[in-house]
């Protein structure tokens, strides 16, 4: 979920929604940020005061500048023909697709009605036949940027951001085992006076959960965000401890889970709307390794999303359950005026990281809003935006082990521009992507498959 842009609010038809739901206890924060904070965004904020807001679009304004000049991308690669899960009058955004064990589909997004945004969910057997879009947010207003995960035993896990007619905002989870129904909204983020955003979770193993976000005391706008997170073992969740520490904005927080059981947490550091710090923590048995700056020694960037491989070349960490596994991490990086130069890979073990990877190298446009996912062979697909003006859709390129091959198209929407996929991969090595694409106030959800 981009942060940077003004709120643009869509014209649609109202949804029944369930009644409230009964908040949950949340602890303040532990380590919290003192004189720091992150810089949060009124409702109509003032002209140039769009930094440090988050943007509930995910339309940024570079999509407004003049693209770079260059070659295109080649054509539409082996994806299948996209298929649009959203309609009018109220579109999507922000999607997120899991894949559970027994291969069925799941996807979230979120879209926009006269009463508030609402978080829908949708599944699918095969791709092609999908569940009708049901209301999952159980909270009036404005619910954003979801995330979701599909658990071992077939349960989901979702997780989203809800704010208050005045912006103050909390995080929200909800569960649902195999065959059964959503269960009670759980709020995760301190109850009242505060501002958070980009809220993920993760698996951890035997059953415990990584949770992360971005936060603030509310009404400061000079504050920065500080990066957070939180544990749940055996049911009970710890205090939220502080990633970052406040002397820069955080932002984008993300956690993923890896194959042993631990997980890769990551984060951005720096003025919103500007070239950032990318940072990196493993986590395990109910805690965090101490940060550690992706950027000190490489590309600045934002936005980490991870996928890792299988290999034979000595431990992951001290904690692991003696599998190996390799990282890769993909960013994109911002130039002058806020501009999105480049998409970077970068494949390592925590404090031992290789080169940086441009698979967007040599192209013309602006380049953004990366997702990586592997199949079971080791392949690695790579998805990100491209947008050159006129022509703007999203992108792939692949990795079988000899670099990155020449970026392809995914599909030909031919409207609006790309943004925010997210990308899984089934038991028979298939890589299944949903992304949102349109203008400013308005977006649809598509869906694709890659077949190798």
Known sequence: MSLLLTLALACSTPDTEAPTAAPAAAPAPANPPGQHGMPSKPAHPPPGGEQGMQDPSGFPKFHDMPAPDGPEPGPVGAFSEPLQLTAKPTGGYRPQIAIGPDDALHAVYYDRTDDGDVVRYRQSKDGKDWTAPEAVSPLTGRNWGPDLVALADGGLVLTWDHAA??????????????????????????????????????????????????????????????????????????????FSDGSASAWHTNVESRPDGSVAAGWDEGPGGSSTLV??????????????????????????????????????????????????????????????????????????????????????????????AVNQEGVLCMVWGWDAGEKAELL?????????????????????????????????????????????????VYYATLDL
């Open 279 to 372: 940072y990196v923590a493993s986590g395990a048995d109910g805690a965090f390794d101490a940060p550690e700056n992706l950027s000190r020694n490489a590309k600045q960037g934002e936005r980490p999303h991870w996928a890792f491989t299988t290999d034979g070349q000595g431990g992951l960490t001290d904690h692991t359950d003696h599998t190996d596994h390799t990282d890769h991490v993909v960013y994109f990086h911002r130039g002058e005026q806020s501009r999105p130069l480049a998409v970077y890979h970068r494949a390592g073990k925590p404090g031992a990281w290789g080169p940086v990877n441009t698979p967007s190298e040599g192209l013309g446009g602006y380049h953004f809003d990366p997702e990586i």
């Open 165 to 242: 007619p005045d912006f103050s905002s909390q995080g929200w989870m909800r569960e649902r085992a195999l065959g059964g129904e959503w269960g009670e909204a759980l709020r995760l983020t301190p109850e009242s006076g505060y501002e958070v955003g980009s809220t993920h979770i993760a698996p951890a193993g035997d059953g415990a959960m990584a949770y992360v976000y971005i936060g603030r005391t509310f009404g400061d706008f000079s504050r920065p965000f500080v990066a957070y997170w939180r544990w749940r073992e055996g049911g009970e969740w710890t205090a939220p401890v502080a």
């Open 396 to 444: 792939y390129s692949l990795n079988t082990g000899e670099g990155w091959s020449a970026p392809l198209r995914v599909a030909e929407i031919s409207w609006g521009k790309p943004g925010l996929p997210s990308i899984d991969v089934d038991s028979k090595g298939t890589f299944h992507v949903v992304w949102n694409q349109g203008v400013r106030g308005y977006n649809e």
